[in-house]
Nanobody, 124 residues
């Protein structure tokens, strides 16, 4: 099993920045892809960004490309999401997720492990 714990959410004004963290524990060696998804009220969960532990390849949703950066601290089994130039439409609960494979990184149903989520609210 893998446990994921997110932190770093909060309230920020439009144009501001936040950094989310996701601490992974347990059988982390079995996972290859880490990702961030988000879910706004009344909407489906959507892909934000993904990264491979080994190799560091990164992938982004078009809506966040150029504003968000996903990264890892492999020594501490932690994944980060640096969010800059935040917009009100970025408001959502952000979830960290992990899966064993490299492919289908943008499909939430493919992920085996999920964190509890952290709220991000961007005011206009």
């Amino acid at each position: 099993q893998v446990q994921l714990v997110e932190s770093g959410g909060g309230l920020v004004q439009a144009g501001g920045s936040l950094r989310l963290s996701c601490a992974a524990s347990g059988r982390t060696f079995s996972t290859n892809t880490m990702a961030w998804f988000r879910q706004a009220p009344g909407k489906e969960r959507e892909f934000v960004a993904a990264i491979h532990w080994r190799g560091g390849s990164t992938y982004y949703a078009d809506s966040v490309k150029g504003r968000f950066t996903i990264s890892t601290d492999n020594a501490n089994n932690t994944v980060y999401l640096q969010m800059n130039s935040l917009k009100p439409e970025d408001t959502a609960v952000y979830y960290c997720a992990a899966r064993n494979y490299y492919t289908y990184y943008d499909q939430s149903v493919r992920y085996n492990y999920w964190g509890q989520g952290t709220q991000v609210t961007v005011s206009s």
